[in-house]
């Protein structure tokens, strides 16, 4: 492939990148750290303006990349684009449906037709979730209150809640011995 430099990319909107354009960029990244990746974007025909909607569990799963890829994907990312006005969230924090992937298959069974309440806030505290669903099992409500949680804030937005158990109902759950990127990253503080 062709050379082409940041100043390069900059000529032309992202969202209109060909797949083999976005596969050059990858290619470019950090002097080839993202090159791998190349042919399988072509492959998959990723253009510009899917390569802005990839999220943290696709580059995974999908794709392959390792958790320090993705964050290099994110950061380079972020140097050619304008940051996507109204997003609730950052590209560096993951989704409720991120979030819903690292349960396991036991417990997402356990969610998968848990209802929403027709009439609630737009957060709740701890108590007020365990209040809403007594009959689900403590340690599967801290979890999820752990995973929901933004910035030791107390409270869960009930929207997130919404798309967290829309996601156990699409998404199958991890098996007990599946690698989860999401626990590695709390737990390498922690050793």
């Given at each position: 492939?062709?050379?082409?430099?940041?100043?390069?990319?900059?000529?032309?909107?992202?969202?209109?990148?060909?797949?083999?354009?976005?596969?050059?960029?990858?290619?470019?990244?950090?002097?080839?750290?993202?090159?791998?990746?190349?042919?399988?974007?072509?492959?998959?025909?990723?253009?510009?303006?899917?390569?802005?909607?990839?999220?943290?569990?696709?580059?995974?799963?999908?794709?392959?990349?390792?958790?320090?890829?993705?964050?290099?994907?994110?950061?380079?990312?972020?140097?050619?684009?304008?940051?996507?006005?109204?997003?609730?969230?950052?590209?560096?924090?993951?989704?409720?449906?991120?979030?819903?992937?690292?349960?396991?298959e036991k417990e997402v069974e356990l969610l998968e037709n848990v209802p929403m309440p027709d009439d609630h806030d737009d957060y709740w505290s701890f108590s007020q979730f365990r209040e809403?669903?007594?009959?689900?099992?403590?340690?599967?409500?801290?979890?999820?209150?752990?995973?929901?949680?933004?910035?030791?804030?107390?409270?869960?937005?009930?929207?997130?809640?919404?798309?967290?158990?829309?996601?156990?109902?699409?998404?199958?759950?991890?098996?007990?011995?599946?690698?989860?990127?999401?626990?590695?990253?709390?737990?390498?503080?922690?050793?």
């Amino acid at each position: 492939m062709m050379d082409i430099y940041e100043d390069d990319f900059q000529e032309k909107e992202a969202t209109e990148w060909t797949p083999e354009e976005v596969a050059e960029w990858l290619s470019n990244v950090r002097g080839g750290e993202l090159e791998r990746y190349a042919e399988r974007f072509i492959k998959e025909n990723v253009n510009g303006d899917l390569l802005l909607v990839l999220n943290k569990r696709e580059l995974n799963k999908k794709y392959r990349m390792k958790k320090d890829e993705i964050e290099v994907f994110f950061e380079e990312l972020e140097k050619i684009t304008d940051e996507i006005e109204g997003s609730e969230f950052s590209m560096y924090e993951d989704s409720p449906e991120d979030l819903a992937t690292s349960m396991l298959e036991k417990e997402v069974e356990l969610l998968e037709n848990v209802p929403m309440p027709d009439d609630h806030d737009d957060y709740w505290s701890f108590s007020q979730f365990r209040e809403h669903y007594p009959d689900l099992p403590k340690v599967i409500i801290v979890k999820i209150f752990c995973l929901l949680e933004r910035e030791r804030s107390g409270v869960i937005s009930i929207e997130e809640l919404r798309r967290f158990f829309q996601a156990c109902s699409d998404e199958p759950g991890m098996l007990p011995d599946e690698e989860c990127e999401l626990y590695n990253a709390m737990h390498w503080p922690l050793v």
